[in-house]
């Protein structure tokens, strides 16, 4: 992976938000996919991420919020290696994750899908589900998988003895603890959560929820907890990043976000989950319209054209992301 940081000024020196000993450190990173457009046949670049910048504490938890098409799946399969990053640098521990090998790689981070039902393949035994990771990678005999196999049964709420069912005798609930099992099986240092409940009875959201603050802490797990639901981003994260189209426009602790949003994509997203302010007698922002498409971005501000703030130069002027108290902001009207 080669770094861009240097093509890219407004993303170089974001890594601000930290003191040191990141999990997880990302600078820079992107993906830009080349497609043809729908008509006539041209090019075009779809920026799905563009230069997005965070770091992650041991057992902490960072949240990625932003309407759906923002990138936040783009960056979860970025951070996975499922997609090749178009530029960037990722750093676990302080080590590249281009010279870390697949094998430990999976050590290091592993992933919980929204959907429960697709995840799991359907005609193996839960058991096998679970312990195909640490198969892959090569580890231990059939007996002592199997115990291990069984203990993060117990570990995520499954029933033990439930160990040679298949996938289609479980709840959406279950195979959601079944997707967790076999992510936890490589005890990785850091679980990416995409939309791990939306799939879910809301009834059961909440149980998965704790379990998941319950992992947490007994596995020092770093999270990133991608999600639409800004009342679980309350309640679980330590620090928030807003993307819109690809980019970061407002990234810091929950608390400040919460009580004093300072972007107006923000402000409008926390406007609409009125219950989640931190203060009372917030700025309502009502978001108009709807995003616009990755291929054709607007111009200067990419939020200009649904800004209520925004003025002639945000058609013009690139936003950079700017400290402002204890987080970054991209506005050209949000000043410290
Ligand atoms: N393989 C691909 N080729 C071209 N464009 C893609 C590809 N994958 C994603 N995109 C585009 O990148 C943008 C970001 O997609 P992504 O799936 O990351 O969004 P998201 O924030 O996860 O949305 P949602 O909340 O709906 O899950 C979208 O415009 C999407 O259409
Ligand atoms: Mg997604």
């Known amino acids: 992976m080669r770094t861009r940081s240097e093509e890219n000024p407004s993303a170089a020196g974001s890594n601000v938000l930290s003191a040191g000993n990141d999990v997880l450190s990302v600078d820079n990173l992107g993906k830009h996919y080349e497609v043809k457009k729908l008509f006539g046949g041209e090019k075009g670049t779809v920026k799905a991420l563009d230069g997005v910048s965070f770091q992650l504490k041991k057992g902490e938890t960072l949240a990625v919020v932003g309407e759906s098409g923002c990138g936040k799946s783009t960056l979860a399969k970025a951070l996975m290696q499922v997609e090749s990053p178009s530029f960037g640098k990722v750093e676990i521990n302080g080590q590249s994750i281009a010279d870390i090998s697949a094998q430990e790689f999976r050590h290091k981070m ?46 995520v709420g499954l029933r033990p003895e439930y160990i040679d069912r298949y996938p289609h005798m479980f709840s959406g609930g ?86 004093d949003p300072q972007h107006p994509y923000t402000k409008a997203l926390l406007s609409s989950t009125p219950t989640v302010y931190d203060t009372e007698a ?37 936003p950079s992301l700017d400290m402002i108290g204890d987080r970054v902001v991209a506005c050209l009207y949000v000043k410290d």
């Open 110 to 155: 592993q992933m919980v899908f929204q959907d429960p039902y697709s995840s799991v393949n359907p005609r193996k035994k839960v058991g096998q589900i679970i312990a195909e990771p640490k198969v892959v990678n090569g580890g231990g005999t059939a007996k002592s998988l199997r115990r291990e196999v069984q203990d993060l049964m117990q570990t």
């Open 174 to 259: 279950q195979r959601q603890r079944i997707g967790l099992a076999r992510a936890l099986m490589m005890r990785p240092e850091i679980l990416i959560c995409d939309e791990p409940v939306s799939a879910l009875d809301i009834s059961i959201q909440a149980q998965v929820i704790n379990l998941l603050m319950e992992l947490q802490n007994k596995f020092s797990l770093s999270y990133i907890f991608i999600t639409h639901d800004l009342s679980v981003v309350r309640h679980l994260a330590d620090s928030v990043m807003v993307m819109y189209l690809g980019k970061v426009v407002e990234y810091g602790p929950r608390g400040s976000i919460f009580a």
């Open 282 to 318: 917030q700025e309502e922002i009502i978001l108009q319209g709807e995003l616009p498409s990755p291929l054709e971005p607007p111009s200067g501000c990419a939020f200009h054209k649904r800004c209520p703030w925004a003025k002639d130069n945000c058609k013009t002027d690139v």
